[in-house]
């Protein structure tokens, strides 16, 4: 799927396979296995996690979630969960870099003018442990 010297901010739902959660999540990763088994699935992309962490440096976001993570103890569960808040607060204003808007934008006109559904995949939430 990849390019030597060449990131891209999307992958479609037929080049992604089981192997790549990390990159897709798990959602995204399981289309792709579905597609491989032959089951109709409707055509789809993900943004991948390279999107995530360039908009995350872009934004100049990497300290100041590091700095929230460090508050976090894991006796305390409200502790968590105001990490979470202050984290989620730091995605509200920044815009996406431009690259990453418009390979996002160019795969969804790709798409054409069909019904389109967007779920939230965590590359880490279908590991076993």
Not at 81 to 88: C, F, H, K, L, V
Request: with cysteine; charged share 25%; net charge negative.
């Amino acid at each position: 799927m990849r390019r030597a010297g060449y990131v891209r901010f999307i992958a479609w739902f037929n080049e992604i396979c089981k192997d790549d959660i990390a990159l897709a999540g798990g959602k995204g990763a399981n289309l792709g296995e579905l597609i491989s088994a032959g089951l109709p699935v409707p055509s789809g992309f993900c943004i991948t996690t390279a999107a995530y962490r360039r908009h995350v440096a872009e934004a100049g976001l990497t300290g100041v979630i590091d700095e929230a993570l460090r508050t976090v103890r894991f006796d305390d569960p409200g502790s968590t969960e105001a990490a979470s808040a202050r984290i989620a607060a730091l995605f509200e204003e920044p815009a996406l870099p431009n690259d990453v808007t418009e390979e996002i934008l160019t795969a969804y006109r790709a798409l054409g003018r069909q019904p389109v559904a967007v779920r939230s995949s965590a590359t880490t939430e279908d590991l076993p442990g």
